[in-house]
């Protein structure tokens, strides 16, 4: 059961200025940017970002991830991820969102230790591709050894909803330490259950969704 006191962070996957103005009003707390959500997300436009920040009052996460691929990232690809997350910090970023993954699929503790020291101060988030690690607990350790401040995760294939056992597990092991953001098919009929049975603070949805949860969180 959630602390009556407990605060609770909304945050807006948004890939214009129309949805982050909309999120905003709606009652969202933070933004993540990002383009082509066809393909599991994009970096966005440097223009696009500038133009947000100068017209939203909200913290912006930034995704980088410059191709769509496996989420893996040889010397050179490595090299122009830490690029991009440099350029959106310069550019006035509150988080960097990115993750990179060996051929295990866990995360790749060295590439994630380097994009963490190009980009410190502004915090990293781990994006999705955590869900594909076949040891989440072991990875969660990775990426804390690795110095990343936040995991966004659906708990696995599938839904929040449907992996908020493990959910609940990562929060536990991450308590005090990380932040676990849930995200993944989050909606309005079951996001306060959601985190009432796993503990988690932090949730995250596409634009359409925020007004819905916005209510529902604070009925």
């Not at 310069?90 to 503790?109: L, S, W």
Request: aromatic share 4%; charged share 25%; with cysteine.
């Amino acid at each position: 059961m959630l602390n009556p006191d407990s605060v609770l962070l909304v945050e807006a996957c948004v890939t214009t200025l129309e949805e982050a103005v909309a999120a905003q009003a709606a009652g969202a707390h933070r933004l993540e940017l990002c383009r082509r959500l066809d393909v599991g997300g994009l970096s966005p436009y440097l223009e696009r970002f500038n133009d947000i920040l100068n017209t939203v009052d909200l913290p912006i996460s930034v995704l980088v991830r410059p191709r769509e691929d496996d989420f893996r990232a040889n010397a050179a690809q490595l090299a122009r991820l830490v690029r991009e997350a440099e350029r959106f910090c310069d550019a006035g970023a509150d988080a960097i969102v990115v993750g990179v993954v060996g051929e295990d699929n866990q995360p790749d503790g060295e590439a994630m230790t380097e994009i963490v020291n190009a980009t410190l101060p502004v915090p990293v988030v781990f994006h999705r591709a955590f869900d594909r690690c076949p040891r989440p607990l072991d990875a969660l350790e990775v990426l804390f050894d690795a110095g990343v401040d936040r995991i966004l995760t659906s708990g696995g294939p599938g839904t929040a909803w449907e992996n908020r056992d493990l959910l609940k597990k990562l929060a536990a092991a991450a308590e005090g330490r990380m932040t676990i953001i849930a995200g993944g098919g989050v909606r309005a009929d079951h996001v306060s259950e959601l985190l009432e049975h796993t503990g988690i603070l932090d949730v995250h949805a596409r634009a359409s969704a925020i007004p819905g949860i916005v209510r529902q969180l604070d009925a």
